[in-house]
């Protein structure tokens, strides 16, 4: 079993380590010292910042946060520091996500906070320089991770997503058991992979790869093309859905293949139009999504995910990419998941 595949495996157990964490004293105390610092300090406005990975999850949890009330925005790492740093001039919370905890962007705008800022780090290596520097370190606990993000995307989502539901009054038995629910249909997955030659049949050989979304599985989607690029080489982009339909659509035609993200919530119709709208116009969409439908159409290929909630299928929806990627890989005779002209954590700017 290559390394990639061992980490992808490694999922479940590191979601139960989340569930147990953070529903344990020691997780407690570090939700609790957050809710109480944003009263105290009469915090104005919380941002989400991070790279890579990190940055396409800070889009979907400041959604989830916009949802239940609390005000938030995100902002990439690096143009913070260098185009938007006057933000941080009022009472802020600012959370930042670095699975590494050692990104040199994040890393960079730790030494330069205000005595305005209240930071937080979301973090899964203990030992990092965010997690030492925060002035609250939210544990990810998923283990050591030497590959393309996989485990280390799903429970910083799951982190984050508790955050949100913690500072709402919305961390109760309901999500818990949502989240028990989660773990084992990621353990689900992996008892069958006879799907994966129906997707591999589907695609041939997989050229560039457009992969859309809407709402909160935008991170996904985002994620998905950092894996495609980072674990095969192949040229993937994440694009919004209402993106794709301002200009991007020209480029459908015989050939485009594309991966869509399509959950039950505000955009479900406008994302289900646009799957067949590309295979209309000769694309091929593999069409990721929590309702059942029959589609009569040979360039739609329907992926069903057993997940209601818009937010956890955003979490979930990620694996079918995770295994079909290294499966292409082997297909194609060459691991998955390795990098060869950078590193796992990036430090230089």
Same mark, same amino acid.
């Not at 157990?13 to 105390?29: D, M, P, Q, R, S």
């Not at 030494?111 to 939210?138: H, M, Q």
């Not at 919305?170 to 773990?183: E, H, S």
């Given at each position: 079993?290559?390394?990639?595949?061992?980490?992808?495996?490694?999922?479940?157990?590191?979601?139960?380590?989340?569930?147990?964490?953070?529903?344990?004293?020691?997780?407690?105390?570090?939700?609790?010292?957050?809710?109480?610092?944003?009263?105290?300090?009469?915090?104005?406005?919380?941002?989400?910042?991070?790279?890579?990975?990190?940055?396409?999850?800070?889009?979907?949890?400041?959604?989830?946060?916009?949802?239940?009330?609390?005000?938030?925005?995100?902002?990439?790492?690096?143009?913070?520091?260098?185009?938007?740093?006057?933000?941080?001039?009022?009472?802020?919370?600012?959370?930042?996500?670095?699975?590494?905890?050692?990104?040199?962007?994040?890393?960079?705008?730790?030494?330069?906070?205000?005595?305005?800022?209240?930071?937080?780090?979301?973090?899964? &290596?203990?030992?990092?320089?965010?997690?030492?520097?925060?002035?609250?370190?939210?544990?990810?606990?998923?283990?050591?991770?030497?590959?393309?993000?996989?485990?280390?995307?799903?429970?910083?989502?799951?982190?984050?997503?508790?955050?949100?539901?913690?500072?709402?009054?919305?961390?109760?038995?309901?999500?818990?058991?949502?989240?028990?629910?989660?773990?084992?249909?990621?353990?689900?997955?992996?008892?069958?992979?006879?799907?994966?030659?129906?997707?591999?049949?589907?695609?041939?050989?997989?050229?560039?790869?457009?992969?859309?979304?809407?709402?909160?599985?935008?991170?996904?989607?985002?994620?998905?093309?950092?894996?495609?690029?980072?674990?095969?080489?192949?040229?993937?982009?994440?694009?919004?859905?209402?993106?794709?339909?301002?200009?991007?659509?020209?480029?459908?035609?015989?050939?485009?293949?594309?991966?869509?993200?399509?959950?039950?919530?505000?955009?479900?119709?406008?994302?289900?139009?646009?799957?067949?709208?590309?295979?209309?116009?000769?694309?091929?969409?593999?069409?990721?999504?929590?309702?059942?439908?029959?589609?009569?159409?040979?360039?739609?290929?329907?992926?069903?995910? &057993?997940?209601?909630?818009?937010?956890?299928?955003?979490?979930?929806?990620?694996?079918?990419?995770?295994?079909?990627? &290294?499966?292409?890989?082997?297909?194609?005779?060459?691991?998955?998941?390795?990098?060869?002209?950078?590193?796992?954590?990036?430090?230089?700017?």
């Amino acid at each position: 079993m290559n390394k990639f595949l061992k980490e992808i495996l490694e999922q479940p157990k590191a979601i139960e380590n989340v569930i147990n964490f953070y529903t344990n004293v020691e997780g407690l105390e570090l939700l609790k010292k957050i809710k109480t610092t944003i009263s105290e300090k009469h915090i104005e406005q919380i941002i989400f910042t991070g790279m890579g990975s990190s940055y396409f999850i800070s889009h979907a949890t400041s959604g989830l946060f916009n949802s239940l009330e609390i005000y938030s925005i995100y902002i990439n790492t690096s143009e913070l520091l260098h185009y938007n740093y006057s933000l941080l001039n009022k009472p802020t919370m600012l959370v930042c996500l670095s699975q590494s905890g050692e990104s040199f962007e994040i890393k960079e705008i730790l030494k330069r906070l205000p005595s305005t800022v209240f930071s937080v780090g979301i973090v899964n &290596d203990e030992k990092s320089a965010l997690a030492k520097k925060a002035d609250v370190a939210l544990l990810c606990k998923g283990g050591k991770e030497e590959m393309t993000s996989t485990k280390t995307y799903v429970v910083t989502s799951l982190v984050s997503f508790i955050l949100g539901w913690y500072l709402s009054g919305d961390w109760n038995t309901d999500k818990i058991k949502m989240l028990n629910r989660l773990q084992e249909n990621f353990e689900l997955f992996f008892h069958s992979d006879n799907w994966l030659k129906d997707i591999l049949e589907f695609f041939g050989e997989v050229g560039a790869i457009q992969i859309i979304a809407r709402g909160p599985a935008f991170s996904t989607a985002s994620q998905s093309a950092l894996m495609f690029k980072e674990a095969t080489h192949i040229a993937a982009t994440g694009i919004l859905g209402g993106e794709f339909r301002h200009g991007p659509m020209e480029v459908v035609t015989k050939g485009f293949q594309s991966i869509l993200f399509a959950a039950k919530g505000k955009t479900l119709k406008q994302s289900l139009r646009m799957a067949e709208d590309i295979a209309n116009f000769g694309g091929k969409v593999w069409l990721i999504t929590n309702v059942q439908i029959d589609w009569n159409n040979k360039n739609i290929l329907p992926f069903f995910i &057993d997940e209601s909630n818009e937010f956890l299928f955003s979490i979930q929806s990620i694996i079918p990419v995770q295994l079909f990627i &290294d499966a292409y890989a082997k297909a194609k005779n060459f691991e998955a998941g390795s990098f060869s002209r950078g590193a796992k954590v990036t430090a230089i700017e």
